[in-house]
């Protein structure tokens, strides 16, 4: 018996009217803040239970300090599709942040509490999604937890750029913004970058983020780890449980 067997799990879903297609939702655990898992590249919302990470977590759920919620990506509609139009892929990039801004986060507040805190996460492209979807609303959401993270969303759309790419990159829009009470709600939330310097991942665009949102006096945390840290899965199984403890 996996210890995930012990482990509270709910599979459910709906039709979503942002995406136009069943959209998959799965729930760990009873009690706690919530946090909001945000696949990598193509994957979907099992993806972090079927490499482990939702295991390296159940201590933490078993003890009421978070549940879990893990939905699938659409990126393989969107910038991983390389038979899609560039400024097609960015109008469906905007149509999965309404589905989590309208669909996701109301279903979390119902399965938990309209105070329940929630917090995004992701790993690599999740990441850059995850604190996007922070900083865009940080009305409804209270933070974001990504790791191994690019926030330049040109490195995955192929050189295209336009309003929405612009719109949807931290690493543009960030620097621009003046809305103060957008900045205001930012300042409070709780934000974590972390990656490692090993094979695959770019500290340097960590530091480079950082530096951005420095610039705007937003809080944050940044934690780069070793060259033997690299980018995949033994990392972030590591690495997460370690954020949560340290963080939360």
Not at 2 to 21: D, H, V, Y
Not at 97 to 115: A, D, G, L, Q, W
Request: with cysteine; aromatic share 12%; glycine share 6%.
């Amino acid at each position: 018996m996996t210890r995930r067997e012990n482990m509270q799990r709910e599979i459910s879903g709906w039709f979503s009217p942002a995406l136009q297609k069943h959209m998959p939702i799965a729930a760990y655990g009873h009690y706690g803040f919530a946090l909001l898992m945000i696949p990598t590249a193509a994957a979907d919302y099992l993806e972090y239970e079927r490499f482990q990470l939702i295991d390296t977590l159940q201590p933490l759920i078993d003890q009421g300090r978070m549940k879990v919620f893990s939905i699938d990506s659409i990126n393989n509609e969107s910038w991983m599709n390389r038979e899609m139009e560039a400024a097609h892929k960015a109008i469906r990039h905007n149509q999965f942040n309404e589905y989590v801004f309208h669909e996701v986060i109301p279903f979390i507040r119902n399965h938990c509490s309209p105070e329940t805190p929630i917090f995004t996460c992701g790993a690599s492209f999740g990441a850059l999604h995850a604190m996007n979807l922070f900083l865009k609303r940080p009305d409804l959401l209270q933070g974001a937890v990504s790791m191994s993270g690019v926030y330049d969303l040109t490195e995955y759309s192929r050189g295209f750029f336009d309003e929405q790419v612009y719109y949807n990159s931290p690493q543009h829009y960030i620097p621009n913004l003046t809305d103060h009470e957008i900045l205001e709600r930012q300042r409070k939330g709780r934000i974590i970058i972390a990656t490692g310097s090993g094979n695959y991942e770019d500290p340097d665009a960590n530091r480079r983020f950082s530096e951005v949102l420095n610039s705007k006096s937003i809080p944050h945390t940044l934690d780069i780890w070793g060259h033997d840290i690299h980018h995949d899965w033994p990392t972030w199984r590591r690495m997460l449980p370690h954020l949560i403890e340290t963080h939360f």
